[in-house]
């Protein structure tokens, strides 16, 4: 291995420069433990280029050496999937073009290194907006909510990051540069192979550039916290509003009562409402004069049965409220190790699937305490489970069965990427795999790139 990495070292630094090469065992530490802390394993050496040509040329030099590459934007990815496992870290943080705004077109084309907060600050500057938000984004890069697939919590209104990429740039496993950046509303020349890169996390291709459609930054935007006696309230309030207020309602996310503790706890937080409620829905609500939406929300919300409301309008109140939804997930991790579950479930059999999450955990592990918090109305749960002893095989086994009962899905939005591997058959048909395997072997054939995860090596 040693020699291995002596003759990489030599030929990548040649390419993108020795400081932009990471071999010393401490400095590579960062990029070898997830954000959870529950995915670890050893990185070859780390390497940062600069430019769609010199990704090309690494991963030539690591399919000579026969090294696996593993791609890591911003470590934020919450299934173990930019983890290394004896394989060369392809950085992707040098690849931080801005390029200007094309207003007529309404998009932007930025690096896949870019970080969600330093383009949301770039479009901003000109009135517009990403349709797509999440709490991680000062360190998630572009590149990787597009490998992921993000949701966030604007999905209810703009939909995920595959509705917000309109091209890209990549380079696939075999070296080869694919390039898509025109960014025309209809162009149906061939397979879109920019489309198929989407949700591919990292084990089709190198993202480099993204071109990405943006939203006029609403002049108004108002959020409310409310508090309800169940899930089923909450749920009915979050779907009436999704139909009532159409697109002016931007988020409906959702915490329960353990999550909220967490949070109060981490952060030193009064609590958010004046009566205390086991379920909390956040909304945003954004438009020209959202005054005018407010009967219509307080009237949705007395009828679910609503306990308590609290409203913000301005930057720092909403950011205020917005704290006890987004800081859950960092609440959750300062508690020690975390089995995290993202399921996509049919909106009606929501709160079903809380109660009998509760009861398969419980009958896993009696002193395992659950946290469930996401995007309500786009029926994604974040399912926690915390114990100190916890069998992550069989938490994992039995909400996948749960999610499989339900005809749901075992990733909203987080991915697959090492996590997942073995529940992939409860949702996906052998055929259905057999094509993303016959996918995968086409783009990268070598399998140099994101091995073991999504698909496990046959
Ligand atoms: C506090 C917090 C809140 C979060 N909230 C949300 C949320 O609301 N919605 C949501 O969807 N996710 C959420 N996440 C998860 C995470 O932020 C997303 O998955 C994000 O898209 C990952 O981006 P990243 O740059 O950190 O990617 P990484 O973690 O570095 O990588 C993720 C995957 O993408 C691949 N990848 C990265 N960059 C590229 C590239 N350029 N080309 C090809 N493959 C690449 C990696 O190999 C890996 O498989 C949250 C995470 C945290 C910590």
């Not at 205390?276 to 009828?303: N, R, W």
């Not at 899905?409 to 058959?425: F, M, P, V, Y």
Request: aromatic share 2%; proline share 4%; net charge negative.
């Amino acid at each position: 291995v040693n020699t291995i990495i002596v003759e990489l070292t030599k030929e990548l630094a040649a390419i993108v420069g020795r400081p932009n090469l990471i071999v010393d065992r401490e400095a590579l530490m960062p990029f070898e433990t997830d954000y959870t802390r529950r995915w670890h394993g050893e990185a070859l050496l780390a390497v940062a280029p600069s430019s769609t040509d010199d990704v090309a040329r690494v991963l030539s030099v690591c399919q000579a050496a026969g090294v696996g590459v593993v791609v890591q934007g911003g470590n934020t990815g919450l299934v173990g999937g930019a983890v290394p496992a004896d394989e060369v870290v392809l950085l992707t943080r040098r690849l931080d073009v801005l390029e200007p705004i094309d207003s007529l077109a309404s998009q932007v084309t930025v690096g896949a290194g870019v970080t969600l907060e330093a383009a949301q600050r770039h479009v901003r500057a000109d009135g517009l907006d990403l349709p797509v938000d999440l709490a991680a984004r000062s360190a998630a890069t572009i590149g990787g909510m597009t490998a992921t697939n993000a949701g966030g919590a604007l999905a209810v209104r703009y939909g995920t990051m595959a509705a917000a990429v309109a091209g890209m740039e990549v380079v696939l496993g075999d070296g080869k540069i694919v390039s898509r950046l025109s960014g025309l509303l209809k162009d149906t020349a061939g397979y879109d192979l920019a489309r198929l890169l989407v949700g591919s996390e990292g084990t089709l291709g190198v993202i480099t550039r993204v071109r990405l459609r943006l939203i006029r930054h609403p002049t108004q935007r108002l959020v409310a916290v409310a508090g309800f006696g169940s899930l089923v309230d909450a749920a009915r309030a979050a779907l009436t509003l999704r139909d009532r207020l159409g697109p002016s309602l931007e988020a409906a996310d959702y915490v329960d009562a353990a999550g909220v503790r967490l949070v109060r706890d981490r952060r030193r937080l009064p609590p958010p409402l004046a009566v205390e409620s086991g379920h909390l829905l956040v909304i945003q609500v954004a438009g020209e004069d959202v005054e005018s939406l407010l009967p219509v929300v307080s009237e949705t919300l007395d009828a679910a049965g609503v306990t308590a409301v609290s409203v913000a309008d301005d930057t720092s109140g909403r950011e205020r409220l917005w704290t006890y939804r987004e800081a859950v997930n960092e609440s959750i991790g300062a508690q020690g190790l975390v089995h995290k579950f993202d399921a996509s479930i049919p909106l009606g059999a929501i709160p079903e699937f809380a109660a009998e999450t509760h009861e398969a955990v419980a009958l896993v592990d009696p002193a395992a305490t659950v946290v469930i918090y996401g995007h309500l109305a786009d029926g994604n749960l974040h399912v926690n489970v915390l114990s100190p002893d916890l069998d992550h095989y069989r938490v994992e086994q039995a909400l996948g069965q749960l999610v499989a009962q339900h005809n749901g899905s075992i990733s909203a939005e987080h991915g697959i990427g090492i996590a997942k591997r073995d529940l992939l058959t409860l949702v996906r048909s052998d055929d259905d795999i057999a094509a993303m395997r016959a996918v995968k072997a086409a783009l990268d054939p070598e399998g140099l790139l994101g091995r073991h995860r999504v698909l496990r090596e046959e």
